[in-house]
Nanobody
Framework: QVQLEDSGGGLVQAGGSLRLSCVASGRHLSDYALGWFRQAPEKEREFVGGIIRSGVTNYSDSMKGRFTISIDNAKNTVYLQMISLKPEDTAVYYC????????????????WGQGTQVTVSS
């Protein structure tokens, strides 16, 4: 099975940028579809977007334009680049892995990173 480790979160001012990383170990990412999710306090885990090893991505409609997902197969790492951040983007961000396509439903994922906190100040 694969283990995932999320990192790159932090405190940033509104309008700023962050790049999150999800490093896989145990298995190669090419065996999985990867999804990025976020969860704000008292809210359900929300799909940001996903990617497969070929680089094909899918995004939540509300995330298109400011969020970009990429994969580095050599480093076994998936990235989430976020720009023009807003206070409402504040959440814990998680990467998840599953077979087949990166589903928008969090409960369809089998493996999760521990999450990384992103806080956007106004």
């Amino acid at each position: 099975q694969v283990q995932l480790e999320d990192s790159g979160g932090g405190l940033v001012q509104a309008g700023g940028s962050l790049r999150l990383s999800c490093v896989a170990s145990g298995r190669h990412l090419s065996d999985y579809a990867l999804g990025w999710f976020r969860q704000a306090p008292e809210k359900e885990r929300e799909f940001v977007g996903g990617i497969i090893r070929s680089g094909v991505t899918n995004y939540s409609d509300s995330m298109k334009g400011r969020f970009t997902i990429s994969i580095d197969n050599a480093k076994n790492t998936v990235y989430l680049q976020m720009i023009s951040l807003k206070p409402e983007d504040t959440a814990v961000y998680y990467c998840g892995a599953r077979r087949s396509w990166p589903s928008s439903s969090w409960y369809e994922y089998d493996y999760w990173g521990q999450g990384t906190q992103v806080t956007v100040s106004s």
